[in-house]
């Protein structure tokens, strides 16, 4: 089941935010934010859209957006107008296609709520690139090792 996230989802998207930075670890540090707190920091703000994945009544996943300004701009920017994705599913529940349905959703929300592309960053050799691919992403810039992607969500 996917479900849409509210206030209280909050603890759990920080610790999705904490399974993507580290997503080469086998295991994730129980303290500390990772340098992208950004991506969940005063959570609620116009244009934060989020959306958790339920499995035998556990969150597994969570996939959101949020708007950021060109003077603070997130890894994955393209304009103020694009939102920035994130997307994290719990390593015993990766490959099993959880990740396509959050995605598969999270877009849909995004193209209902009138945006015509979103954008993300993902590392070059992180495995979900060909996820994003598969859904429509294209390298727009790299930087650092990292893809900056955009897929076009008009016309579809």
Known sequence: MIRPAGPRDVHFLKDMLRH???WRATTVPESGEPPVQR????WGRPGDTALVAIVDFQPVGAAWYRLFKADNPGYGFID???PELSIAVVPSKRG???GSELLDA???KAR???YSAISLSVEKDN???SLYERHGFEPVR???GAYTMRAELTGQ
């Open 20 to 22: 993507a930075y580290y």
């Open 96 to 98: 099993t296609g959880l």
């Open 106 to 108: 999270l877009m849909a």
């Open 112 to 114: 209902a709520e009138g």
């Open 80 to 82: 103020e107008e694009t």
């Open 127 to 129: 495995p979900a690139v």
């Open 39 to 42: 991506y969940v920091e005063r």
């Open 142 to 144: 790299e930087d650092d």
